[in-house]
């Protein structure tokens, strides 16, 4: 499995932005596919899961201003984040739970900027 993530940029407090990570490969395989993030200095952290279910889990940090979502046509899951903060800049890392329920393929990581 290949992971493509794109969407990041930079963004004034307040603002949104739209994450996408599209996979290739053998996409029937994968359980749930998340999004993480990386502030600097810091660990890395999952924010939101979408589970082959269609199932959603979110961190507390970002519940009620991020979701996730997907697209299985496209083999895409999206990120949608509202209401960004300082405190939102990572970067931001697309991964799937293939082929056992870890999240063991990554794609590239794309850098979000919150400016204050």
């Known amino acids: 499995v290949q992971l493509q993530a794109s969407g990041g940029g930079l963004v004034q407090s307040g603002g949104s932005l739209r994450l996408s990570c599209t996979a290739s490969g053998d996409t029937a395989g994968i359980n749930a596919m998340a999004w993480y993030r990386q502030p600097p200095g810091q660990q890395r952290v999952l924010i939101a899961a979408?589970?082959?279910?269609?199932?959603?889990n979110y961190a507390d940090s970002v519940k009620g201003r991020f979701t996730i979502s997907r697209d299985v046509a496209k083999n895409s899951v999206y990120l949608q984040m509202n209401g960004l903060e300082p405190e939102d800049t990572a970067i931001y890392s697309c991964?799937?739970?293939?082929?056992?329920?870890?999240?063991?393929?990554w794609g590239k990581g794309t850098l979000v900027t919150v400016s204050s």
């Open positions: 979408i589970h082959k279910s269609g199932g959603t």
């Open positions: 991964a799937a739970a293939y082929p056992a329920y870890a999240y063991n393929y």
